[in-house]
């Protein structure tokens, strides 16, 4: 896979991703005020319980990141399907 094809595949995952994190957050706002009747408590608002504000936490968190999960593999799938390439691995590699 040559450079440009590792950037593309970069890019078309990170586009991805980003989208996905937006909605997934959006939903995960309209499930809580679903379920609770009320908004999202603020972390930052001293008057929100730590439970409150964990609890919102754990749920935005959660789902989040399943979203994100779907969606790189949505992604990955996606781009080997078009170019025939697999995608290319979009985790950081630290040398020591």
Same mark, same amino acid.
């Not at 937006?22 to 008057?47: D, M």
């Given at each position: ?38 908004e999202?408590p ?9 439970? #409150?504000a ?14 994100q $999960?779907?969606a ?11 170019t025939? $390439?697999? #995608? ?5 590699k630290v040398?020591?």
């Amino acid at each position: 896979m040559g450079t440009t094809d590792k950037l593309m595949g970069k890019v078309y995952t990170g586009v991805i991703g980003a989208v996905t994190t937006i909605v997934a957050q959006r939903l995960v706002t309209l499930a809580w005020k679903t379920i609770t009747g009320k908004e999202p408590p603020s972390p930052t608002n001293p008057e929100t319980s730590a439970a #409150a504000a964990v609890t919102w936490v754990v749920a935005s968190g959660i789902g989040v990141g399943v979203a994100q $999960l779907f969606a790189q593999r949505f992604a990955a799938r996606h781009w080997h399907n078009e170019t025939g $390439l697999d #995608a290319p691995d979009s985790t950081i590699k630290v040398k020591v």
